[in-house]
């Protein structure tokens, strides 16, 4: 059975960093690219950042460029998100997820190429 579990979410000050973490089981995690999304409240789902399998390459949301970085440890099965100079618009509930592919290069924005998906975890940006 997989299983993704997010965790780090909690309430920050504008400007303040986070690190959220998405531990992964049940699936060879190094033959998935990882990716991050987020839904804020009122709002579909958005994409936010994507690491493919062997973490050399990413992309990014252009909200968030400059600002998030994603990373994956394939050795302990987790993918993370540095999240730096937040805003009060990044609060939302954000969720990982993982897409299996041939290809150790690729990546995609697309919710429906998902494979699998985490609970999500709030992330809160106030003062």
């Known amino acids: 059975q997989v299983q993704l579990v997010e965790s780090g979410g909690e309430l920050v000050q504008p400007g303040g960093s986070l690190r959220l973490s998405c531990a992964a089981s049940?699936?060879?995690?190094?033959?998935?690219?990882m990716g991050w999304f987020r839904q804020a409240p009122g709002k579909e789902r958005e994409f936010v950042a994507v690491?493919?399998?062997?973490?050399?390459?990413?992309y990014y949301a252009n909200s968030v460029k400059g600002r998030f970085t994603i990373s994956r440890d394939n050795a302990k099965n987790t993918a993370y998100l540095q999240m730096n100079i937040m805003r009060p618009e990044d609060t939302a509930v954000y969720y990982c997820?993982?897409?299996?592919?041939?290809?150790?290069?690729?990546?995609?924005?697309?919710?429906?190429?998902?494979?699998?998906w985490g609970q999500g975890t709030q992330v809160t940006v106030s003062s």
């Open positions: 690491i493919s399998w062997n973490g050399e390459h990413t």
């Open positions: 049940g699936l060879t995690f190094n033959r998935y690219g």
């Open positions: 997820a993982a897409v299996y592919s041939g290809s150790y290069t690729y990546m995609t924005i697309y919710e429906s190429e998902y494979n699998h």
